[in-house]
């Protein structure tokens, strides 16, 4: 082709031609200086006008990884969604300091070189009989890949830190009021009378089918979705490397045959892959396979009728899934659930005459204040009755009368006074120490909404997605 133009350069068709190419490359060049901020752009993170790049999150990752076993290592590389939460958690580490050290700039905060002479000379990993050590300091920051510049950085850093952020943890004080108010909410108690009406005090005749026809048509019960799928496995060590490179290759050759129009059955048969078929199951329900864990079953429930997988890493190999057959959810026949409706049935009907008995005697006490026969009792808010009954009698007025359900019974209760809690000087101590941690934890977590205001977070989502999580 090149030599075709340069032997006829001078004919229209091939001048033609070398316009079409010269614009080409032109065009390509114009296209990178157009869109170069975003194909060459590293930035992961904006925190206010500061950027985190792609170059700063693998050496936060990577310093982290250096930091952790060989197991939580193998654990992180081998598990898509451990991989995943992983980088998140790096990616909000650095985002959570870029706001600090804005914040630090921003404020002026000065860290003098003499201190950070100081901070190092006083380091005991970098004496010797008491003396600092050049020797040692030298060898301290080769093994750690360090120069003095480098750690001087990090120290110049963490001081700012604590400059800024060490008073969030100092000892909030609680005012006395406050602690006696909460002591009192705590630990008061509650005088009360109730009376128990139970659901199995009353008794009803057995359902005809009509009732039961009735009930089910007010209360159906709903079939989930099931799924019936297969796939093929390759088992491989995806701790060891040239096992992962060679279960990878096998797959692959799955997966083209799929491509190709072959049936996952044939493709995996042809490449020694492991073929299994799957009862149907429920996206809550147990596939009763070692492979299909609850990550997996995710995605099968997200695929469409009939579909293929793309590869999927497993815990202890490769996968490729299909979907055979999808039962939509459904309500069920009455017919298939005739029997277990008669036991729902006659416990709704008790339920309605122990609620007709149970406002009864409401009403005779709202309007004869008549509550014969009802037991007295003290009650704190963490015993004494069920939940229900305790949180109900704590969070109405005293004098209140109400029916409170349970879940085989009705209470009908009345809240007759409030009883003041016994000085304890070791209780009231300990909620001081929990209400001091409650402040400081709210003054923390009302400061990082400032530095999220002041610095606001702006994500990459192109870049995260084709650096990160490719």
């Not at 390759?234 to 992962?244: N, R, T």
Request: glycine residues 4%; proline residues 4%.
């Amino acid at each position: 082709m090149l030599e075709y133009l340069r032997n006829a350069s001078e004919k229209p068709l091939a001048k033609i031609l070398i316009a079409i190419l010269a614009f080409s490359f032109i065009g390509w060049g114009v296209a990178e200086w157009i869109f170069g901020g975003a194909t060459g752009d590293t930035t992961l993170v904006r925190v206010g006008d500061a950027e985190i790049s792609v170059n700063q999150f693998s050496n936060q990752k990577s310093q982290t990884l250096a930091n952790m076993s060989r197991d939580q290592q193998r654990a992180i590389y081998t598990d898509a969604n451990a991989t995943k939460s992983f980088n998140r958690y790096i990616l909000g580490e650095l985002t959570s300091q870029q706001m600090v050290q804005n914040r630090v700039a921003d404020l002026g905060f000065v860290v003098s070189d003499h201190r950070i002479a100081k901070q190092i000379s006083d380091m005991p990993v970098f004496k010797r009989d008491g003396k600092f050590d050049t020797e040692l300091f030298d060898n301290a920051l080769a093994a750690n890949g360090l120069t003095e510049d480098r750690l001087a950085t990090v120290l110049r850093t963490d001081i700012a830190r604590s400059m800024l952020l060490g008073p969030m943890g100092e000892r909030v004080s609680v005012p006395e009021f406050a602690v006696d108010a909460a002591y009192n909410a705590r630990y008061a108690t509650r005088n009360i009378e109730y009376k128990v009406v139970n659901f199995n005090d009353f008794k009803v005749a057995a359902p005809t089918d009509d009732a039961l026809q009735t009930y089910y048509a007010q209360n159906p019960k709903t079939l989930p979705e099931t799924r019936r799928v297969s796939y093929a496995f390759v088992p491989a060590d995806m701790s060891k490397p040239d096992e992962y490179d060679a279960g990878m290759t096998r797959i692959t050759h799955v997966e083209d045959e799929i491509i190709g129009g072959e049936t996952l059955a044939n493709a995996a048969k042809k490449h020694g892959a492991k073929f299994v078929q799957l009862r149907e199951f429920a996206r809550n329900g147990a596939a009763n396979d070692a492979n299909i864990t609850p990550q997996i079953v995710a995605e099968i429930f997200g695929m469409a009728p009939n579909s293929d997988s793309q590869i999927i890493e497993a815990k202890k190999g490769f996968m490729i899934i299909h979907i055979d057959k999808i039962n939509p959810a459904h309500s069920a026949e009455f017919a298939d659930v005739k029997r277990e409706l008669v036991p729902q049935w006659t416990r709704a009907e008790k339920r309605k005459s122990a609620y007709a008995r149970a406002n009864e005697i409401l009403v005779d006490l709202n309007t004869n204040n008549k509550f014969d026969g009802a037991i007295k009792k003290t009650i704190t808010r963490g015993n004494g009755l069920p939940v229900a009954v305790l949180s109900d009698a704590f969070n109405n007025a005293v004098g209140t009368n109400k029916i409170v359900e349970t879940p085989d019974a009705f209470y009908v209760l009345s809240i007759k006074s409030v009883q003041a809690p016994v000085a304890d000087a070791k209780k009231k101590a300990d909620l001081r120490r929990e209400m001091e941690q409650m402040m400081q934890y709210q003054i923390q977590a009302d400061y990082n909404k400032f530095l999220q205001r002041k610095y606001p977070i702006k994500m990459n989502d192109k870049v995260y997605e084709r650096f990160i999580e490719k």
